[in-house]
Nanobody, 128 residues
Framework: QAQLVESGGGLVQPGGSLRLSCAASRFTAAYYAIGWFRQAPGKEREGISC??????????VYGDSVKGRFTIFRDNADNKVYLEMNSLRPEDTAIYYCASTRQFTPLCTVDISIYQYWGQGTQVTVSS
């Protein structure tokens, strides 16, 4: 069974930065699309970024709420996907999840329905 484990969350002041890690095990993450999602209390889960399967046609997508502030990238040697978060705002406070597709997906979207494997989430709190 494929497994994803998020880490790197925590408490940070507004304007600060965090780097989240999504570690994959029992499968090769490079072959699949990986998405980052977040869910704040009382709100629906929001897709914020994804990176397509490693290939010549692989894409990267950012949601409008994080564009220009967050960066997604892979470390295929370590079988991980990272989310670098800068200029954090209080409204970024949420539980952050990574997820993987179950098939080769060079062109990803932040549509939750295409992701089959999910991590347990890591809490990010932005507060002074």
């Amino acid at each position: 069974q494929a497994q994803l484990v998020e880490s790197g969350g925590g408490l940070v002041q507004p304007g600060g930065s965090l780097r989240l890690s999504c570690a994959a095990s029992r499968f090769t993450a490079a072959y699949y699309a990986i998405g980052w999602f977040r869910q704040a209390p009382g709100k629906e889960r929001e897709g914020i970024s994804c990176i397509g399967s490693t290939s010549r046609d692989g894409n990267i997508v950012y949601g409008d709420s994080v564009k220009g502030r967050f960066t997604i990238f892979r470390d295929n040697a370590d079988n991980k996907v990272y989310l670098e978060m800068n200029s954090l705002r209080p409204e970024d406070t949420a539980i952050y999840y990574c997820a993987s597709t179950r098939q080769f997906t060079p062109l990803c979207t932040v549509d939750i329905s295409i992701y089959q494997y999910w991590g347990q989430g890591t809490q990010v709190t932005v507060s002074s």
